[in-house]
């Protein structure tokens, strides 16, 4: 039994942070899902404009698209990748109920604040995927979470991204719940609606890593322990907004809980083990998604001993407090991740789009 089997039987879904179309006509995709217990995908404008960028395998869609705009084309390479993974995995998303088998495409970060622009392309994404185990990407931004009401009350499975604090989770969790509640009144199946919640971790240490280590003396301590501890708090969230009468009469009707997904899981810290983010957040009902680093690390050397998550809620309050002890504000490093974020993905966005018209022009 190798350790990521062991993950699995433990109740974390294992995807994979990562899409190109030489992964899926290579083989490669379908090679992690038969030996890597690979169960779903997870994109973000960084990957694509990775993989776009690199050019393997979209040279003819390149030259089809001569004449017309960067957009026009970006849109149809990364949802024609999104659309032959969805099809790889049907056969998986059909024998788990639609929990697992799927695949993740993000509306453009430049609409991360325009509430009304993201519902309109995330319906338009999920329409030219026309995939039902497809997810359409919202960012958690105070704009997003209207969004992610309105696209789930249209009856579309969302995964909700860039999640960096213990409030905004609760909001995101309230925003899918509101979305249900609109669905079931518009007599939509419930049970065709699933979501996640990323909660981004690894960008949590390294931003508070810092700060400690500014401060120095007793605040070294807590280095490496405040991402993993921030987590748990969220999934005892998880536990509580889940468990709730208001969710359950949801539940009656078909609804699937919104599983927490760990999200930024590769270490950035080359002192910490790489896969201190796997083994820290061992659970039955999240998803790990992982670049293949962290996932061959995680073949290689995971250390899966049982659940590390439960039971552990008041040690991350601990932490926690005494991370607020020694100086640092866990909500401030959260706003600033949160922009962060939204503007990274930004400029991946326009890097890709201009590397794809210099391709066009040529």
């Not at 509430?115 to 392309?121: G, S």
């Not at 995971?302 to 407090?321: F, K, N, P």
């Amino acid at each position: 039994m190798t350790n990521l089997q062991k993950l699995s039987d433990a109740g974390v879904s294992i995807w994979l942070d990562d899409l190109s179309r030489s992964r899926l006509t290579s083989g490669n995709l379908q090679s992690l899902i038969d030996n890597k217990n690979v169960v779903g995908v997870t994109t973000n404008p960084s990957i694509f404009q990775a993989a776009i960028s690199a050019g393997e395998g979209y040279e003819d869609q390149l030259a089809a698209f001569a004449g017309r705009s960067a957009e026009e084309a970006v849109e149809a390479m990364t949802t024609d990748d999104v659309r032959a993974a969805c099809d790889l995995f049907a056969e998986l998303y059909s024998a788990t109920g639609g929990e697992d088998g799927r695949v993740s495409i993000e509306v453009d970060p430049r609409l991360a604040r325009d509430t009304e622009k993201t519902v309109e392309q995330a319906k338009r994404l999920w329409e030219i995927v026309d995939r039902p185990n497809a997810l359409i990407k919202i960012p958690a931004t105070p704009e997003g979470l209207p969004a992610i009401t309105q696209v789930v009350a249209a009856g579309i499975s969302v995964n909700v991204t860039l999640i960096f604090s213990l409030d905004r989770y609760r909001a995101v969790a309230e925003a899918y719940i509101d979305g249900l509640e609109r669905a079931a009144d518009a007599g939509i199946d419930l049970s065709t609606i699933t979501s996640v919640a990323s909660v981004f971790i690894s960008r949590i240490d390294a931003e508070v890593d810092a700060r400690l280590a500014t401060i120095g003396g007793e605040a070294l301590d807590l280095q490496g322990q405040v991402a993993l501890a921030n987590a748990r708090l969220m999934f005892e969230a998880y536990e509580e907004i889940f468990s709730s009468p208001r969710f359950q009469h949801l539940a009656e009707q078909g609804a699937h809980r919104q599983r927490p997904l760990w999200a930024s899981t590769g270490t950035k810290n080359p002192d910490y083990s790489p896969t201190l983010y796997v083994d820290g957040l061992v659970t039955d009902g999240v998803v790990n998604t992982m670049p293949e680093a962290t996932l061959d690390a995680a073949f290689e050397g995971s250390v899966i001993t049982g659940d590390t998550v439960r039971g552990t809620y008041d040690e991350a309050r601990t932490v926690l407090a005494s991370l607020a002890r020694v100086g640092v504000n866990l909500g401030d490093v959260t706003n600033q991740l949160e922009e962060e974020g939204v503007s990274k993905f930004e400029e991946s966005w326009n890097s890709l789009l201009a590397t794809v018209k210099d391709k066009l022009d040529k």
